[in-house]
């Protein structure tokens, strides 16, 4: 039963931080990768997980001429 709450857990701070995540995108578009690299650490987003949205992100902003 922990187990199971645990998981249950798990899945509400990866879908909070995926949300977050998702914010940044659309901030990095519009601000820059200054603002959106701000935003997710204010939010605790781990320096890992900052890296590679920012790294991806350009990379996607550029794809689609954003």
Wanted: hydrophobic share 45%.
């Amino acid at each position: 039963m922990e187990r199971r709450n645990s998981a249950a857990r798990d899945q509400r701070r990866d879908a909070k931080t995926a949300a977050i995540v998702q914010h940044a995108l659309a901030l990095l578009a519009v601000a820059g990768v200054n603002e959106a690299q701000r935003y997710l650490r204010q939010r605790a987003v781990p320096v890992s997980v900052v890296e590679r949205v920012l790294a991806h992100g350009r990379r996607r902003v550029a794809l689609h001429g954003k």
